[in-house]
């Protein structure tokens, strides 16, 4: 099959360290995992799919916690807003249907977003039929091409991505990110163009289906849309793509310490200094006294930069994982954070 039509977006030495290095932490764990327990194998890999779906459903606005999501995969009544248990039923069902999918294939693309979004929008499966802009706040950040134009251009991007040759790691990049300038959907973009990724990367690397990007994406939100509309101003995926290929690389280090030792993290300055807090403390501490300590004042930027992302890489750890936003909620250093500060 060839394809005429060419995504914009440019190749950058960054793009190339990223790809060896997540190449090389990917068969470090392979070559661990593939001798390890089958239980433990199990257990991880849901997990992971829990990490997934909830990340990927927050970075929408669903307020559901890890915690709420196992429980509604284990059949149980869960107390949330009922459009929230909608989605996740729905993401849970369209993750079981994930072997039976290819990348390139529409129907299988419109079936996945029928399972998606079943019972949340009239026209699940379907392309829209009208105009729609992309929102922040109350100021249009992209406004998508005509609903006339989604087939063809899908059809292309479809057919670009079955002839294409470039490395999964960056093709899957570039599929993701063309998606959501079309913006093909009504409604549920963001979850299919994540999830159509992660799929795209399953094919290359079977692992890869069972790393919660979704996850590590929510921590970043910010920095996930700082992206795309980056990329929209430059004509040139090459952002985005460097985002998604940075986000793969850290969600490969913080499932790393359940599999093995030999993969250390990537910490940002703010992580690192939210561990050397926690370790001169010796000591569990909540939110308030760890803010205090380290001299900020604005909670939604602490929470952004500092506890998300030193909890995603599995540098700290919540005193009651079961109730994540409890009033006596606290954080202390995980065994992999304790060493990760003697080291320092």
Not at 163 to 173: D, G
Not at 187 to 214: C, F, K, Y
């Amino acid at each position: 099959m060839t394809s005429h039509y060419q995504p914009p977006f440019s190749i950058t030495p960054k793009m190339i360290d990223l790809i060896a290095e997540i190449s090389e932490q990917l068969g470090r764990i392979a070559a661990v995992s593939e001798g390890a327990d089958s239980d433990w194998g199990l257990r991880l890999r849901r997990l992971n799919r829990i990490r997934t779906i909830q990340g990927s459903l927050a970075i929408e606005g669903n307020t559901l916690s890890e915690a709420q999501i196992t429980a509604i995969l284990d059949g149980k009544r869960v107390l949330a807003p009922p459009k929230d248990i909608l989605e996740a039923r729905n993401a849970i069902k369209a993750y079981e249907q994930f072997p039976q999918w290819q990348p390139q294939n529409e129907q299988h693309l419109l079936q996945a977003h029928r399972s998606l979004m079943a019972g949340l929008i009239d026209d699940a499966g379907l392309y829209r039929s009208g105009n729609v802009g992309v929102m922040n706040a109350d100021v249009v950040v992209h406004m998508a091409p005509p609903a006339s134009r989604v087939p063809k251009l899908m059809a292309d991007l479809l057919s670009w991505l079955a002839a294409t040759k470039l490395h999964p790691l960056i093709a899957s990049s570039v599929f993701h990110y063309e998606f959501e300038f079309i913006h093909p959907f009504a409604d549920g973009n963001g979850r299919m163009g994540r999830l159509w990724q992660t799929l795209i990367l399953s094919h290359w690397q079977p692992l890869l289906a069972q790393l919660p990007v979704e996850s590590m994406v929510h921590t970043y939100q910010s920095d996930y849309y700082a992206a795309l509309n980056l990329s929209n101003k430059k004509t040139d995926a090459a952002p985005f793509i460097e985002f998604m290929l940075g986000s793969i690389l850290q969600t490969i280090a913080s499932v790393a310490p359940n599999i093995t030792p030999q993969v250390e993290p990537q910490v940002t300055p703010q992580v690192e200094a939210l561990v050397k807090t926690l370790a001169k403390a010796n000591k569990a501490l909540n939110r308030q006294e760890l803010q205090l300590l380290l001299g900020l004042k604005d909670r939604e930027s602490f929470r952004q930069r500092y506890l998300r992302p030193a909890l995603a890489v599995g540098l700290i750890e919540m005193t009651r994982p079961d109730k994540p936003n409890s009033r006596l909620q606290q954080y202390r250093l995980s065994k992999l954070g304790q060493q990760q500060a003697y080291k320092g």
